[in-house]
């Protein structure tokens, strides 16, 4: 059983951005089992950077879309967006200079990010520029 499994409720139904976050938690259920199965911190650091990598490709997807709409909330959005690329950006500094490894109350941490801010944000997001 995956540590993050998908659950259509998570669904925003805009195609591009459901792909996008189906990607990030399979990115964070492959973290969660490279953790589980005791890889190196070469298996896990390689998972981690394809992470931070997808979540900034989406994010600057997800904001493309905010400006072509005129979504009136973008700034709050994308402040949120900031935040979290900067507290994984810190975690990954400290996981590459060898202070910190992967641990369960990181996946639990991104997990549980993602899951709020899909169901909040992104599905606030996806209504908002369906009605334009
Ligand atoms: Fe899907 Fe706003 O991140």
Known sequence: MAMFPWDDKYKTNHLTIDTDHKKLVELINQLADAM???KGRDVCGKVLN???NYTKTHFANEEKLM???GYVKTAEHKAEHAKF???VADFKGKF???ALTVTSSLLNFLRDWLINHIL???KALVQAISRK
């Open 67 to 69: 400006a072509a709409h």
């Open 85 to 87: 690329v900067q507290e």
């Open 96 to 98: 590459d200079s060898g």
């Open 120 to 122: 909040n944000s992104d």
């Open 36 to 38: 589980q199965a005791g």
């Open 50 to 52: 394809e992470l931070v």
